[in-house]
Every structure is written in structure tokens, then in C-alpha cells.
């Protein structure tokens, strides 16, 4: 059974850090572009970061430039979203897919089923 399960969200306060889990099963993660997205309420779904399977690089939305890294553990099958410097802004819900928000890559539509992220004081 294919599947993408995301852990690690919870409540920070400003400034706070959180690192998110992607873990899959039922297929190798490393084949594929790996991706965060986030949706906040009332907003519509947006990339936040990704790994591109064509060329290993990661690719960050201007927003959490410098504030957020991606990474994934091949040996694991697992993707992490390591979050610093936390903001209220960031609060909503993160998703990992096989996705990626710039052309290119090996892709398919899976995707976990979300982890709340709230920061707030």
C-alpha cells in the first residue's frame, strides 16, 4: 500500500522550530521528487519547498528562504522539513507529495494526509 505519513507539527511560539516527518511506504521516495506544501485557512494550497529528482536541489518559495531546510533519508525513505524562526504566518497545514514546484523530475500524486503546524504566543 502506497502511502505518505507526515509527523512532527504541533504549537510553537514565535521564533520556535519544528522538524516535519515524510515518512513513505509501498514504493522508494528516492525515485521521485519529494515536496512540502502548506495550506492555510481561507488561503489556497501553496509550495513551500521540494527536492527535484532530476538534479538534487532544493528549491524553497521566497518566504521561507534561509528559515527552512529540506532534506530526505534515502536509507529511511523519509523526508523532513526542518522549520526555524517560526512565524505567525507559517501556521497552517503542511503536506508532503511526490511533487515538486519547478519543472522537472520524475513526479506522481501521492500525498500525506497533513500535519498541523500553528505558531503562536
Known amino acids: 500500500q502506497v502511502q505518505l505519513v507526515e509527523s512532527g507539527g504541533g504549537l510553537v511560539q514565535p521564533g520556535g522550530s519544528l522538524r516535519l516527518s515524510c515518512a513513505a511506504s509501498?514504493?522508494?521516495?528516492?525515485?521521485?521528487?519529494i515536496g512540502w506544501f502548506r495550506q492555510a485557512p481561507g488561503k489556497g494550497r501553496e509550495g513551500v519547498s521540494c527536492?527535484?529528482?532530476?538534479?538534487?536541489?532544493?528549491y524553497y518559495v521566497d518566504s521561507v528562504q534561509g528559515r527552512f531546510t529540506i532534506t530526505r533519508d534515502n536509507a529511511k525513505n523519509t523526508a523532513y522539513l526542518q522549520m526555524n524562526n517560526l512565524k505567525p504566518d507559517d501556521t497552517a497545514v503542511y503536506y508532503c507529495a511526490t511533487r515538486c514546484f519547478v519543472p522537472g523530475g520524475y513526479e506522481s500524486d501521492y500525498w500525506g494526509q497533513g500535519t498541523q503546524v500553528t505558531v503562536s504566543s
Open positions: 527536492i527535484s529528482s532530476s538534479d538534487g536541489r532544493a
Open positions: 509501498g514504493f522508494t521516495l528516492g525515485y521521485y521528487n
